[in-house]
T-cell receptor, first 114, second 117 residues
Framework: AQSVTQPDIHITVSEGASLELRCNYS??????LFWYVQSPGQGLQLLLKYFSGDTLVQGIKGFEAEFKRSQSSFNLRKPSVHWSDAAEYFCAVGRNNAGNMLTFGGGTRLMVKP | GAVVSQHPSRVICKSGTSVKIECRSL??????MFWYRQFPKQSLMLMAT?????????EQGVEKDKFLINHASLTLSTLTVTSAHPEDSSFYICSASWKNPSTDTQYFGPGTRLTVL
């Protein structure tokens, strides 16, 4: 069975600083990987996804993620964090190439200091 | 982008009553809808997957008689929590997707917070 681990429950960064959120997965086949952001009162929003091809994936809002098969990781990065980035971030693995049947990690709550 | 709505956004009910939550895809036809449950400060747990016009597929450990799912049309799925109890209090989130090999992404609703007294 697939699983997703986000080792950091909370992360606090200063505005303008760089950010990296960790995600490790366990999946028997080629993984289909996603990062979502959840803000209060809003639905989960897809930041980016990896199905195949280039292992460095660009997403919305200046985010990017790199798929590293050897490390079973799909870490999310942003070079300069904005206060509006404060939210809960979820990494997920899809069970098939449609991205359906998602298994989510436990989430990382990002706080941004002024 | 695709929009998914949920109604109500928040509901409080008495123990023993049933509550219905609606999930609508507003600008696309959703061949598949998903229902998730999220406990405070925890991740989303998939409860069931429903395809339009067919019975829902429930995840292991989810009581199908307690959580009734109906996906009667391509734009509407409902989750009914029957005989609700305080332990059913949670945040319920739906998502929807359509069959498109190049853009098959789940779009999430804003969630419904259920509190059972």
């Amino acid at each position: 069975a697939q699983s997703v681990t986000q080792p950091d429950i909370h992360i606090t960064v200063s505005e303008g600083a760089s950010l990296e959120l960790r995600c490790n997965y366990s999946y028997g086949a080629t993984p289909y990987l996603f990062w979502y952001v959840q803000s209060p009162g809003q639905g989960l929003q897809l930041l980016l996804k990896y199905f195949s091809g280039d292992t460095l994936v660009q997403g919305i809002k200046g985010f990017e993620a790199e798929f590293k098969r050897s490390q079973s990781s799909f870490n999310l990065r942003k070079p300069s964090v904005h206060w509006s980035d404060a939210a809960e971030y979820f990494c997920a693995v899809g069970r098939n190439n449609a991205g359906n049947m998602l298994t989510f990690g436990g989430g990382t709550r990002l706080m941004v200091k002024p | 982008g695709a929009v998914v709505s949920q109604h109500p956004s928040r509901v409080i009910c008495k123990s023993g009553t049933s509550v219905k939550i609606e999930c609508r895809s507003l600008d696309f036809q959703a061949t598949t809808m998903f229902w998730y449950r999220q406990f405070p400060k925890q991740s989303l747990m998939l409860m069931a997957t429903s395809n339009e016009g067919s019975k829902a597929t429930y995840e292991q450990g989810v009581e199908k008689d307690k959580f009734l799912i109906n996906h009667a049309s391509l734009t509407l799925s409902t989750l009914t929590v029957t005989s609700a109890h305080p332990e059913d209090s949670s945040f319920y989130i739906c998502s929807a997707s359509w069959k498109n090999p190049s853009t098959d992404t789940q779009y999430f609703g804003p969630g419904t917070r259920l509190t059972v007294l």
